[in-house]
Antibody
Framework: QVQLVASGGGVVQPGRSLRLSCAAS????????MHWVRQAPGKGLEWVAV????????QYADSVKGRFTISRDDSKNTLWLQMNSLRPEDTAVYYC??????WGQGTLVAVSS | QSVLTQPPSASGTPGQRVTISCSGS????????VNWYQQFPGAAPIFLIY???QRPSGVPDRFSGSKSGTSASLAISGLQSEDEAIYYC???????????FGGGTELTVL
């Protein structure tokens, strides 16, 4: 069955960096655009970024543009999100998502001094 | 302010049919498919409906989706207490070049 296992979250100070990973299985990873979506505590879902099958084609939410970088390795069925210059408002559960499949559990990022 | 507009709340009694709306525009719902997600407190969203009206395996046929113009709807028939959750719609937006979500509808079973 489809699995999307996100990892790499944790507590980090403002201004620092964190790299999230997502291991995908159960579907043809290379044939799907992949997204990162986040959910701040008590809030709704917020789209963060997408990377298309052409890995050079990426889009970002305005709130993270210039700070976050999405990337993928189809040979490893893996998605990443490099997060730099983190802010307290980046605190959220981060999910890696394929629009055609169930979501995984997500990984919690807490930005706090 | 969400690009897709959902009512913040909805309610119904057990056995009733409830509909949740999702209003968008020609650049999102009008030209791209809509997904619906169900979320319980403290849990990841559950993939409920895709391509407007398709159910992933394991989703009860009490859940159905539809589209009319630039709006989509999720209908839940034979409402059950375990359907109490927050429901989100989502669609790709061709003008914004991003995936957009509704603000979520909290469903209460009275």
């Amino acid at each position: 069955q489809v699995q999307l296992v996100a990892s790499g979250g944790g507590v980090v100070q403002p201004g620092r960096s964190l790299r999230l990973s997502c291991a995908a299985s159960g579907f043809i990873f290379s044939s799907r655009p992949m997204h990162w979506v986040r959910q701040a505590p008590g809030k709704g879902l917020e789209w963060v970024a997408v990377i298309f099958m052409d890995a050079n084609n990426k889009q970002y939410a305005d709130s993270v543009k210039g700070r976050f970088t999405i990337s993928r390795d189809d040979s490893k069925n893996t998605l990443w999100l490099q997060m730099n210059s983190l802010r307290p408002e980046d605190t959220a559960v981060y999910y890696c998502v394929s629009a055609a499949h169930p979501w995984g559990q997500g990984t919690l990022v807490a930005v706090s001094s | 302010q969400s690009v897709l507009t959902q009512p913040p709340s909805a309610s119904g009694t057990p056995g009733q049919r409830v509909t949740i709306s999702c209003s968008g525009s020609s650049s999102n719902i009008g030209s791209n498919s809509v997904n619906w997600y169900q979320q319980f407190p403290g849990a990841a969203p559950i993939f409920l409906i895709y391509r407007f009206d398709q159910r992933p395996s394991g989703v009860p046929d009490r859940f159905s989706g539809s589209k009319s113009g630039t709006s989509a709807s999720l209908a839940i028939s034979g409402l059950q207490s375990e359907d109490e959750a927050i429901y989100y719609c989502a669609a790709w937006d061709d003008s914004l070049n991003r995936w957009v979500f509704g603000g979520g509808t909290e469903l209460t079973v009275l």
